[in-house]
């Protein structure tokens, strides 16, 4: 069984500056992937990054990257120069070895200030 | 892109009605996925299908039923709707692979009065 931890509920940082979003995750197997989702107030969530197990770099997208340290059980999202738009929850996942389906947290909810 | 639509944006039903959640996508993904959403709760697995007229149960799935007569189409099934079934439903669709990614519909959010 997979278990994914966020413990921030609500995180706040003002325009421009970096952010990071805790994730930490519990699993036996020995592959598997990682994933970020944001979903704004308009309830849709939107993929933002994957990372994988044997993925020996840390995952970037744009903006995003993932910090990844597999001997923690960690896989926190870095935002770098936050904008208004990123204010939104957000949730990390994670899918077991050989499985298709995801777990996710509980979510952290980011406010971005001006 | 990706397009995962679903029926209703907002949705409000009676105790003990039938409801019908439709969920549809347009990229030929074998998976698709039911999670409904709660405060303070994240997203949590309702039912899954890997294939037509195949499904699978996730973590609470009592209380509810879901048809696949067609590969792009997913629907939830509450057979007789409670207040506790007041929620975010959101579908999913994904094709198999090493990432599994998974792409959402918009949500619907159903009151059951």
């Known amino acids: 069984a997979q278990k994914i931890t966020q413990t921030q509920p609500g995180m706040f940082v003002q325009e421009k500056e970096a952010v990071t979003l805790d994730c930490t995750y519990d699993?036996?197997?020995?592959?598997?992937?990682l994933f970020w989702y944001k979903q704004p107030s308009s309830g849709e969530m939107i993929f933002l990054i994957y990372?994988?197990?044997?993925?020996?770099q840390n995952a970037t997208e744009g903006r995003y990257s993932l910090n990844f340290q597999k001997a923690r059980k960690s896989a926190n999202l870095v935002i770098s120069a936050s904008q208004l738009g990123d204010s939104a929850m957000y949730f990390c996942?994670?899918?077991?070895?050989?499985?298709?389906?995801?777990?996710f947290g509980k979510g952290t909810m980011l406010l971005v200030s001006p | 892109d990706v397009k995962v639509t679903q029926s209703s944006r907002y949705l409000v039903k009676r105790t003990g009605e039938k409801v019908f959640l439709e969920c549809v996508q347009d990229?030929?993904?074998?998976?698709m996925f039911w999670y409904r959403q709660d405060p303070g709760l994240g997203l949590r697995l309702i039912y899954f299908?890997?294939?037509?007229?195949?499904?699978e149960k996730g973590d609470i799935p009592e209380g509810y039923s879901v048809s696949r007569e067609k590969k792009e189409r997913f629907s939830l099934i509450l057979e007789s709707a409670s207040t506790n079934q007041t929620s975010m439903y959101l579908c999913?669709?994904?094709?198999?692979?090493?990432?599994?990614?998974?792409?959402f519909g918009p949500g619907t959010r159903l009151t059951v009065t």
């Open positions: 999913a669709s994904g094709v198999q692979g090493t990432r599994y990614e998974q792409y």
């Open positions: 699993t036996s197997d020995q592959s598997y992937g």
């Open positions: 990372q994988g197990s044997y993925d020996e």
């Open positions: 996942a994670m899918r077991g070895e050989g499985y298709s389906t995801l777990t």
């Open positions: 990229m030929d993904h074998e998976n």
């Open positions: 299908s890997y294939d037509v007229k195949m499904k």
